[in-house]
């Protein structure tokens, strides 16, 4: 596989990862479920790509772009993470507003009544 | 019983009720486009229904409560200080890249080069006149390189200086006018919806150039503390901060630069306390990152160290060679000169001795044993240096140059990159203030578990991106 090809292939998994960049813009819980899906694509793509890196190995155009990549996989994490721990925080507001604090002063649990949830 | 007029009255109240309930609705539709504006939303609190002891139920207006959520609220201020931070640093790091030119075609590294070139051509030619004549040339050159990098650092600190008081000045008006609001309110304007937006909309204006906390009092007025410990308004009273230039206790360099302070409206130093945001920026720009190469009170700075080593070592050698071997011998003199009563002032007065004649420059090392062209062969060697004398730190004169550049062109890589994360993490931020208005919180506590369940899936796969990515450019780096 030529250089180009590999910065070619490299672009679009950026593109995908800029993509779900923008639905963690949206930090749904829906959001995500499809943010999911494209990260999935990313990942494999990127898996597939590896055994032909060595033919853009020296390439600097290809460096640049895998430098870029990086950039992105780095802005998807970082709005991830601020979303996470916006969604935790508020979670323990609610349970101080809602029903005050446990014995060793941690938020008490959020009540979230008449609804189950099964994992598996 | 319940008497008629009992009903009355609790009819009477629900009016009221509902009728506050459309004056918070006809906000709503009338500031949707407002800047800063969040829907309200008005609590109906159910009275007590016991007939029996005349208590006749219905329902009253609770105290208006804007469905504005101050913890989302703060998130967004939280991510644009930071976004603030980075803007600032890719302005001033980008101003700085400008007088650090690595390409070698400009500059110190283009003079330096010239003149290591020229003390190789003098050393094969060690007697040639012209070949002394291009080496005075080509210092005087480098001296001129180093002082108009120092003339450009120096309007760097200039600019930096003014940049920290206008913002300071435009932090001070902002609050100035939020403490208008906060009159306003006090006179009984709590409830405008138009004010309270006006409020949200100054306060993520402020909050791009330093980190603040805002709390809404009983009273409807703003409290806005700085790094969440000094006071800018509370009520009608605002405190104002202001900015100035001092020397540190017993300095080891009286004549460094100062340091750049903030000051509280009590006159406390509160520097410290200002790490994010433009002004957070502009501070370690003016206190870290520029005394880094032009000094302050506790150290020389990088370019006035490399200035002067490079001076002395030069002079160092043609001291110590013979510009003829008669009786007595001929020594050589130093080259270049300087400030020497102020180690931060190296670069900025580095120049050639004018009185310095080609004649005058030494080439012979009386050794033993005696060498001809010793001098310049030893002054050629700076470029690839063999012996401590002719490094710093280490490093060769080029390579200690190169590093002084490359720590500003990684900054403001590292500064790009966080702008453009910072401009998407503020966006979210603003999402997510508009998702967290106005949901019951039975609904809420549900997205909450849902997001962490998709977080948990998203996370994982993030990592593995990310270890993917670094094999990728660690194979695409080898050569």
Request: charged residues 15%.
């Amino acid at each position: 596989m030529a250089a180009a090809d590999v910065v070619q292939r490299l672009v679009a998994v950026r593109s995908e990862v800029d993509q779900a960049c923008e639905l963690l813009i949206s930090a749904s819980p829906k959001a995500l479920d499809s943010c999911t899906h494209i990260l999935e694509t990313a990942g494999s793509r990127l898996a597939e790509l590896q055994p032909q890196l060595p033919e853009g190995a020296g390439n600097s155009t290809a460096q640049q772009e895998a430098r870029r990549l990086r950039g992105a996989v780095a802005r998807a994490n970082s709005l991830l993470e601020n979303a996470f721990s916006f969604y935790v925080n508020w979670r323990r507001l609610l349970g101080s507003l809602s029903a005050g604090y446990t014995e060793r002063g941690d938020p008490a649990p959020a009540p979230c009544q008449g609804r189950i949830c099964l994992e598996g | 019983m319940v008497s008629l007029l009992s009903i009355l009255s609790t009819s009477a109240s629900a009016l009221r009720a509902y009728e506050q309930v459309l004056n918070v609705t006809q906000n709503n539709v009338a500031n949707a486009s407002t800047p800063g504006y969040a829907k309200q939303s008005q609590q109906l609190c159910a009275l007590p229904g016991d007939p029996e002891m005349g208590a006749t139920g219905g329902v009253k207006a609770g105290v208006i409560q804007s469905a504005r959520d101050q913890y989302a609220e703060q998130n967004v201020w939280r991510q644009t200080v930071l976004l603030g931070q980075a803007g600032q640093n890719v302005n001033s790091f980008t101003a700085l890249e400008s007088l650090f030119d690595i390409s070698g075609a400009s500059g110190i590294p283009n003079t330096l080069n010239s003149l290591l070139a020229s003390f190789s051509a003098w050393g094969q030619s060690p007697n040639d006149t012209a070949a002394r004549q291009t080496v005075i040339d080509r210092a005087t050159d480098l001296a001129t390189s180093f002082r108009q990098a120092a003339s450009g650092l120096e309007g760097v600190v200039k600019d930096t200086n003014q940049q920290l008081q206008q913002t300071v000045d435009q932090v001070n008006n902002l609050v100035g006018q939020l403490q208008g609001y906060n009159a306003q309110i006090l006179r009984g304007d709590r409830n405008d919806a138009g004010l309270e937006a006006q409020v949200y909309s100054t306060l993520e204006q402020l909050s791009q150039y330093v980190d603040i906390t805002a709390r809404q009092q009983d009273d409807g007025s703003t409290t806005v503390l700085l790094g969440g410990q000094t006071a800018l308004l509370v009520g009608a009273q605002q405190y104002s901060i202001s900015s100035t230039f001092q020397q540190p206790d017993n300095p080891v360099y009286p004549d460094g630069l100062p340091e750049a302070q903030i000051l509280g409206a009590d006159g406390s130093d509160i520097t410290a306390s200002v790490t994010t945001g433009q002004l957070g920026a502009l501070l370690n720009i003016r206190n870290q990152v520029l005394p880094s190469y032009l000094g302050d009170a506790n150290q020389p700075g990088d370019l006035n160290t490399m200035a002067k080593q490079f001076a002395d070592r030069v002079n160092q050698l043609l001291t110590s060679g013979n510009v003829d071997n008669g009786d007595p011998p001929l020594a050589g003199v130093p080259l270049f000169t300087y400030d020497t009563t102020d180690d931060t002032n190296v670069a900025n007065t580095l120049s050639v001795d004018p009185t310095v004649t080609p004649d005058q420059l030494a080439a012979i090392d009386p050794g033993p044993p005696e060498v001809a062209n010793g001098i310049p062969l030893a002054l050629s060697q700076l470029s690839n240096p063999q012996n401590t004398a002719d490094e710093i730190n280490g490093a060769s004169f080029t390579e200690f140059y190169g590093n002084m550049a490359s720590r500003i062109g990684t900054a403001l890589t590292n500064a790009t990159s966080q702008q453009t994360v910072q401009q998407s993490a503020v966006a979210q931020a603003q999402n997510l203030r508009k998702q967290s208005s106005g949901v019951d919180l039975d609904a809420e506590a549900m997205v909450v578990v849902e997001f962490e369940r998709a977080y948990q899936a998203n996370s994982r796969l993030i990592s593995v991106l990310d270890q993917l990515t670094q094999d990728t450019i660690n194979i695409l780096s080898t050569a």
